[in-house]
């Protein structure tokens, strides 16, 4: 029998991780079906597909694989899979220091952009980051050039803006302590971007940085698609760390993500890690994962307790990238992110760390995980914490 193919097919191929959806020979595929695929960077193709051939395996050989997949030497392989990955015109960075430095590398590296700018107040430090990174293509081969300055109209043009100006944290210090001195900050670069990059998309990853997501909101005027915050994505890697550390394994082992604020409200979620696709209890004691729980909200004063002066740059300058990879279609599937909610997990008009799909247009869905009620509670609990220091 035929189909009608609409919207909710797409969404529903999305939600799956799928890039490539089937049409048979007797399938009515709506236009909006079709302009919901293309923005969502899934294929639909004309089948029927032919299906690959099941391996036959005898009863032994299949058990001897069953049981060294349960050993800890096992890790699971990446999945490879063809996608249509976009290659941005330009990517801006607000910021040349060393989160901003370091996702300009990483970006040049992973060839994303024609064009990276860095833009930073420090007289000569943009610049002087652009030119070592264009020394490095004669060894790199990369095609991206780097140019860097001081004004914050060379944002014009970007695809993606991602601001990480703003005072660092000291020793003793919390995130919120920033608030005043950042919020400044942000409005400024808010208002460059409205201005000269109306279409962009912007990652925020000034702290703090729920609530510099919600001043980044305010002060352009962008709807809630194309204003992201990048600490969730932060916290999910630090939470996998440490649980991989804890149970001996590699973090690619470890499936965990973290929700809630990028603070003292974070919300890593028990419940729903796995570790070699099992639950945490198989593998860790309470103890162990209440002291990964600890280790991934203190991640970052961590860092910054050891380094005195300065906070993490390499772990939040990959966070970045990985959020970029997701827009241009380089990956897929949910990416924890901080957006602005609307009535997602029965929380509105505040940003907080939820899991995420993203496309060429910005925040594309937002997923509900089903949590427990501690989980629901924490992160209802972050989002009064980020309304309280906001006033809202």
């Given amino acids: 029998m035929s189909r009608v193919i609409g919207t909710e097919h797409i969404e529903q191929a999305r939600q799956r991780s799928r890039i490539v959806f089937e049409i048979l020979p007797d399938d009515i ?9 293309a923005r969502l960077g899934i294929r639909l193709v004309d089948g029927p597909l032919e299906k690959p051939s099941l391996a036959r395996t005898d009863g032994n050989t299949a058990m001897r694989r069953g049981l060294y997949r349960r050993g800890a030497k096992w890790a699971a392989p990446k999945p490879v899979t063809q996608r249509n990955v976009r290659r ?31 833009i930073d107040i420090a007289p000569g430090m943009a610049a002087a980051t652009a030119l070592d990174l264009n020394h490095t293509s004669g060894i790199t ?49 808010a208002e460059a971007i409205k201005s000269n990059a109306p279409n962009a998309i912007v990652i925020v990853v000034t702290n703090p940085l729920d609530e510099m997501t919600v001043e980044m909101l305010r002060a352009t005027g962008f709807p809630r698609e194309r204003v992201l915050g990048m600490a969730g994505t932060l916290d999910s ?24 604020s990028h603070g003292d409200e974070m919300a890593p979620i028990t419940s729903l890690a796995r570790i070699k696709g099992r639950a945490l209890e198989r593998f860790l004691s309470a103890d162990q994962i209440a002291d990964c729980v600890k280790d991934a909200i203190t991640g970052g004063g961590q860092v910054v307790a050891l380094k005195k002066s300065g906070s993490a740059t390499i772990a939040p300058a990959h966070s970045s990238i990985e959020l970029m990879d997701h827009i241009r279609g380089a990956k ?3 990416v924890p992110a901080s957006v602005m909610l609307e009535g997602e997990y029965g929380v509105s008009g505040v940003v ?14 937002v997923e509900e995980l089903r949590l427990t009620p501690d989980e629901t509670d924490a992160l209802h609990g972050a989002a009064e914490a980020i309304r309280t220091r906001l006033g809202l």
Avoid at 29 to 37: F, G, I, N, P, S
Avoid at 237 to 258: E, H, K
């Fill in 141 to 189: 081969g990369v095609r991206a050039r780097c140019v860097g300055g001081e004004d914050l109209a060379m944002v014009a043009g970007a695809d993606v803006v991602v601001v990480t100006a703003g005072r660092a944290r000291g020793p003793g210090m919390t995130r919120a302590d920033l608030i005043d001195v950042n919020t400044r900050v942000i409005h400024a670069a």
């Fill in 88 to 118: 941005f015109a330009k990517v801006a960075l607000v910021g040349a220091g060393g989160v901003g430095g370091n996702i300009a590398h990483l970006a040049a590296m992973a060839d994303m952009a024609d064009e990276i700018t860095l």
């Fill in 237 to 260: 890697s630090r939470f996998r760390n440490a649980l991989a550390m804890a149970a001996g394994v590699t973090p690619a082992d470890v499936s965990a993500i973290t929700l809630g």
């Fill in 352 to 365: 907080l760390g939820v899991p995420a799909h993203l496309g060429q247009t910005g925040l594309v869905g």
């Fill in 332 to 334: 897929v599937g949910p």
């Fill in 29 to 37: 595929v709506t236009d909006l079906a079709r302009e919901t695929a």
